[in-house]
């Protein structure tokens, strides 16, 4: 057997998790998304990355089912380009989410720096007399461990998502992994000068965190990854029935008003499903 045949088995015998992540370490070579999608712009056809996952996808399924019945081996190739896609549209997400998340906390962080440098501005004895800064100091120190909070339960639920569908490997590009991390240290930073300076100045200490809001937190945004993939990996391959009613379990709840609207959305789309 030639090494071309040996190479083709070996392309076979993979899985949709393998194959995604064979072209994760790929597109990582690129160090960032855009990168990336330039180099397969400039190719002369351009590459269309998905159609060539859910062909090795399809051969893969048709391999492993080689000599069974045609209803069988269709099934194997269905579910088999449902998982590639799925995984492929999870990665993609994870990468925008996160970026879209970075522009937001960059924003949030400047306007907050500058609240707490103007509060600061003064010294100390003056703004401690102020009969409204302790309020107002409190607020930014808040809002700081909130988005700190909110990046840690982001964090999480990324490696969730990850260990879960991508055997632990890391979906973010290199830069925004780099991005990520610088996001993380601000932020701390930020949050522990907002924490020291409320102490020396007095302020009332914030209120003791709920013990399980960042654990329901990180399953919410578990569930904001996975969701949305699964419905346009689905639609993509024509189910959109499928697609609409796993879009509508996903928002109904988010739409709803209150826990008992939400419980009797749950009930009904579960009912039609």
């Excluded at 549209?89 to 720096?113: G, P, Q």
């Excluded at 578990?222 to 379990?249: H, M, N, Q």
Aim: proline share 5%.
């Amino acid at each position: 057997m030639t090494l071309e045949r040996r190479l083709a088995k070996i392309d076979e015998a993979l899985t949709p998790t393998q194959l995604v992540l064979r072209w994760l370490t790929e597109a990582h070579s690129y160090g960032d998304l855009e990168s990336y999608v330039a180099s397969l712009l400039a190719q002369d056809p351009p590459v269309a990355v998905l159609d060539r996952l859910a062909g090795e996808a399809e051969q893969g399924a048709r391999a492993a089912m080689r000599g069974k019945r045609s209803e069988l081996i269709d099934a194997a190739v269905r579910s088999a380009l449902r998982e590639t896609l799925f995984r492929f549209e999870l990665v993609m997400r994870i990468n925008v989410t996160a970026h879209e998340l970075l522009d937001r906390e960059f924003l949030i962080e400047a306007a907050v720096s500058a609240q707490v440098a103007l509060l600061v501005a003064e010294d100390r004895k003056t703004r401690r007399a102020d009969p409204t800064y302790a309020k107002h100091f409190a607020a930014q120190r808040d809002l700081l461990t909130h988005r700190l909070s909110e990046l840690s339960a982001q964090e999480q639920a990324r490696a969730i998502v990850q260990e879960r569908y991508l055997d632990g490997h890391a979906a973010l590009f290199p830069a925004v992994a780099k991005a990520w991390a610088e996001q993380i240290g601000s932020t701390e930073a930020l949050a522990d000068m907002a924490v020291h300076l409320a102490e020396l100045d007095g302020v009332p200490p914030a209120s003791p965190a709920d013990p399980g809001a960042l654990s329901e937190r990180t399953a919410e945004l578990v569930t904001d990854l996975v969701e949305p993939a699964k419905t346009v990996a689905l639609e993509k391959l024509g189910e959109g029935e499928r697609a609409f009613g796993i879009a509508v379990r996903w928002l109904g709840p988010k739409m709803a008003p209150d826990p008992a609207t939400r419980a009797a959305t749950q009930d009904a789309v579960g009912s039609q499903s």
